[in-house]
């Protein structure tokens, strides 16, 4: 049997022109859950259609649970589960109706009743899928992708359109799963939630793999404890603001008006930047002291945000 979850090696999938996928590698063992982190149109929806078996690659090799998604999609379907980005489900079924159907194509489903609840949609449980919120038809949506009890889940996006409480218990049951020995393949552009929720992180920009490893791992700093992070106008003269700290600290304009002060970061430090600030006439936003997040890692790798 194969130890890995997904196997990914040398993925191109093209459409016309654009290539979508450009030469993925990702080896994700069983059991943990893997975040697909990238900005609209990275490549993650298109690299998840083809493990599911919904798309065929142009080039490259991938193995799910170690079947081939489309040759072996038949063996392969019943032992995984699969939400895709928007959801779906016919109009006018009723959530519970929905849910029951779904059990019932499995083997040794879970208690429906149980996974409506834990996902909050209880209350919602008699009323037509159409007049659901998006937030509570996603519920349902990740519910039907859970219920046979899958070995390995896809999870497209799947707290998009969430309030944060939805959010919160859509995390509680990844957790629970992830306890259990479940794999979960999700992609997401919500660092918080990569953060929370992965073993692993692959980061995806333009088709290709540009940063993966463990959260802690991505987000590790360099050299020092903590950094100093501001952003303000493009072009500041980050020479003369390090010649207005202590020796060997260190300015960098990491992407256009996102700048970063390396150093020992202390109270004097911070009093001296923004005071730099001010006598450049320039406000300082969204000023920051500590260990840098997946958001700083994909902006000093690629100089764009991960939401833009
Ligand atoms: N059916 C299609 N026909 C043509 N181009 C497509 C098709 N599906 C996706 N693309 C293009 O392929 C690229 C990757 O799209 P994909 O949906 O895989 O990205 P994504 O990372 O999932 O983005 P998002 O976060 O917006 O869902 C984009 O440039 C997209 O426009």
């Known amino acids: 049997m194969s130890s890995a979850a997904v196997e990914i090696t040398g993925l191109v999938k093209r459409y016309g022109s654009v290539t979508a996928v450009d030469g993925l590698d990702i080896a994700m063992p069983r059991g943990t859950v893997l975040a697909l982190l990238g900005p609209n149109g990275a490549g993650k929806t298109t690299t998840v259609e083809i493990c599911e078996g919904f798309l065929r690659p142009d080039a490259g090799s991938v193995r799910v649970l170690g079947l081939d998604p489309v040759r072996d999609g038949k063996r392969l379907r019943p032992r995984i589960g699969v939400m895709p980005q928007g959801g779906g489900a016919y109009p006018g079924v009723r959530a519970d109706e929905m849910l029951r159907l779904v059990a019932s194509c499995a083997a040794s489903p879970l208690d429906p009743a149980w996974l409506l609840d834990t996902l909050g949609l209880s209350p919602v449980r008699r009323t037509p899928f159409k007049r659901l919120s998006g937030g509570q038809q996603q519920r349902l949506s990740l519910a039907c992708a859970l219920v046979g009890r899958p070995e390995l889940v896809f999870l497209d996006e799947p707290t998009a359109g969430m309030d944060p409480q939805a959010r919160r218990l859509v995390w509680d049951l990844l ?31 333009g088709g290709k793999v540009i940063a993966n490893g463990a959260p802690s791992a991505l987000t590790a700093e360099t050299d020092e404890a903590a950094q100093l992070r501001f952003k303000a106008k493009v072009g500041l003269d980050t020479a003369l603001l390090a010649a207005a700290l202590p020796e060997g600290y260190r300015v960098q304009e990491a992407a256009p008006g996102a700048y970063r002060v390396e150093g020992a970061v202390d109270p004097q430090v911070v009093s001296t930047v923004t005071a730099w600030c001010a006598q450049q006439g320039v406000l300082a936003e969204e000023l920051h002291v500590g260990r840098r997040g997946l958001e700083e890692v994909f902006l000093e790798l690629t100089g764009r945000e991960l939401r833009a």
């Open 175 to 205: 957790g629970a799963l992830r306890s259990d020995g479940v794999s979960v393949l999700l992609t997401t552009h919500l660092m918080e939630e990569a953060e929370a929720l992965a073993d692993d992180v692959v980061i995806v920009d």
